[in-house]
């Protein structure tokens, strides 16, 4: 396993520092972790690889999660490990997004895409997403999350241990290589590790499609020519680099949401049953300034991935052949134009 970067107060200062692998330092945090082990790192399986995979059967229904905008169910196993099973629009980009945040040494979800599986006990009228789940109990077409890994706490963007370091710069551009227009400090999570405390950005679900919200119009996710036809360098000087995700939320598609309370908005479309306004005007400022030498790094980083790696991060979410190479080449000529800086 490789090493990782310890951060101490010092004299009032935060000092990184790197400790090798293995060590059982107590007190350091993790956000990201050298990937030595890159070009062999296994993109169809993802960071829990095949060893943790769902099995093929044996899953019993727990309770449906309402959280959030995609529909989930809680699952557990035969010896009563759960599972948070995500179907809608998000599984499959999510799925793509762990394995490509993984591949370049950040700490993701176990995540794995399963086309189809049968779990006992499912309600016969689930309140969202009946038309992922057969009348015997199969889901389709889900992303499976393993849910064994114990989580501390969250943490914020704007105010972590990271601030300023290239780490942190890397994961800005990675999120918005993705498109990734949702990424609210609820969905930033601390996990116990090995030794460290892993911070990690989770619900990768909102990428490979817009780079911003359309509410109250569906936001596409996971919709190649979306992907293919929105911006992603948007600035470039001797110091910084902008980039176009996250985006400003327009309303319908054409109307900057205002920036009033997020409770103003949300509140009326809960009553009448629609799906809330995102909260997420805040978070442009995560893809804007980003330091160009923090963006130089992370185009690196990406351009040691293969063609194969890239290719079987799409083909872990059961994309079509077109699909797979469409998104894929895509996703390549962003790497090539962050290496290009």
Same mark, same amino acid.
């Given at each position: 396993?490789?090493?990782?970067?310890?951060?101490?107060?010092?004299?009032?200062? &935060?000092?990184?520092?790197?400790?090798?692998?293995? %060590?059982?330092?107590?007190?350091?945090? !993790?956000?990201?972790?050298? $990937?030595?082990?890159?070009?062999? @790192?296994? &993109?169809?399986?993802?960071?829990?690889?095949?060893?943790?995979? *769902?099995?093929?059967?044996?899953?019993?229904?727990?309770?449906?999660? &309402?959280?959030?905008?995609? *529909?989930?169910?809680?699952? #557990?196993?035969?010896?009563?490990?759960?599972?948070?099973? =995500?179907?809608?629009?998000?599984?499959?980009?999510?799925?793509?997004?762990?394995?490509?945040?993984?591949?370049?040494?950040? %700490?993701?979800?176990?995540?794995?895409?399963?086309? %189809?599986?049968?779990?006992?006990?499912?309600?016969?009228?689930?309140?969202?997403? @009946?038309?992922?789940?057969? $009348?015997?109990?199969?889901?389709?077409?889900?992303?499976?999350?393993?849910?064994?890994?114990? =989580?501390?706490?969250?943490?914020?963007?704007?105010?972590?241990?990271?601030?300023?370091?290239?780490?942190?710069?890397?994961?800005?551009?990675?999120?918005?290589?993705?498109?990734?227009?949702?990424?609210?400090? %609820?969905?930033?999570?601390?996990?116990?590790?090995?030794?460290?405390?892993?911070?990690?950005?989770?619900? +990768?679900?909102?990428?490979?499609?817009?780079?911003?919200?359309?509410?109250?119009?569906? !936001?596409?996710?996971?919709?190649? /020519?979306?992907?293919?036809?929105?911006?992603?360098?948007?600035?470039?000087?001797?110091?910084?680099?902008?980039?176009?995700?996250?985006?400003?939320?327009?309303? +319908?598609?054409?109307?900057?949401? *205002?920036?009033?309370?997020?409770?103003? +908005?949300?509140?009326?479309?809960? &009553?009448?049953?629609?799906?809330?306004?995102?909260?997420?005007?805040?978070?442009?400022?995560?893809?804007?300034?980003?330091?160009? /030498?923090?963006?130089?790094?992370?185009?690196?980083?990406?351009?040691?991935?293969?063609?194969?790696?890239?290719?079987?991060?799409?083909?872990?979410?059961?994309?079509? *052949?077109?699909?797979?190479?469409?998104?894929?080449?895509?996703?390549? #000529?962003?790497?090539?134009?962050?290496?290009?800086?």
């Amino acid at each position: 396993m490789a090493g990782y970067t310890k951060i101490s107060v010092i004299g009032g200062l &935060l000092v990184a520092s790197a400790l090798p692998a293995g %060590s059982e330092e107590k007190t350091g945090v !993790s956000l990201w972790r050298d $990937p030595v082990d890159m070009a062999n @790192r296994d &993109l169809t399986f993802g960071a829990g690889g095949e060893q943790r995979a *769902p099995g093929k059967d044996g899953y019993e229904f727990v309770e449906e999660d &309402l959280g959030g905008v995609s *529909p989930k169910y809680v699952v #557990k196993d035969s010896g009563g490990l759960k599972w948070k099973v =995500k179907v809608g629009e998000e599984a499959r980009p999510e799925t793509v997004a762990t394995r490509l945040v993984w591949a370049v040494g950040y %700490s993701t979800d176990e995540d794995y895409f399963v086309p %189809s599986m049968r779990v006992e006990k499912m309600p016969k009228q689930v309140r969202r997403g @009946r038309e992922f789940v057969s $009348p015997d109990g199969t889901i389709r077409d889900a992303r499976w999350e393993r849910m064994d890994q114990k =989580k501390l706490g969250e943490w914020k963007w704007i105010n972590n241990p990271f601030n300023k370091t290239r780490e942190l710069g890397g994961l800005r551009v990675l999120m918005a290589m993705l498109n990734n227009y949702d990424m609210k400090d %609820s969905q930033n999570s601390v996990f116990e590790g090995e030794g460290v405390r892993e911070y990690r950005v989770g619900d +990768l679900g909102a990428t490979f499609g817009q780079s911003g919200s359309r509410w109250p119009k569906a !936001s596409k996710k996971g919709d190649f /020519e979306q992907y293919r036809q929105s911006a992603f360098i948007t600035k470039v000087t001797g110091k910084y680099v902008n980039f176009a995700a996250p985006a400003w939320p327009m309303m +319908l598609g054409v109307i900057p949401t *205002p920036p009033v309370p997020y409770p103003l +908005l949300s509140a009326p479309m809960k &009553l009448f049953g629609r799906s809330p306004a995102p909260d997420v005007a805040g978070q442009r400022w995560i893809g804007k300034g980003v330091p160009l /030498e923090h963006a130089r790094w992370m185009g690196a980083l990406l351009g040691k991935l293969s063609a194969k790696q890239i290719r079987d991060a799409f083909r872990a979410a059961h994309y079509s *052949p077109e699909e797979v190479e469409d998104f894929s080449r895509a996703v390549e #000529k962003r790497i090539a134009e962050l290496k290009a800086l």
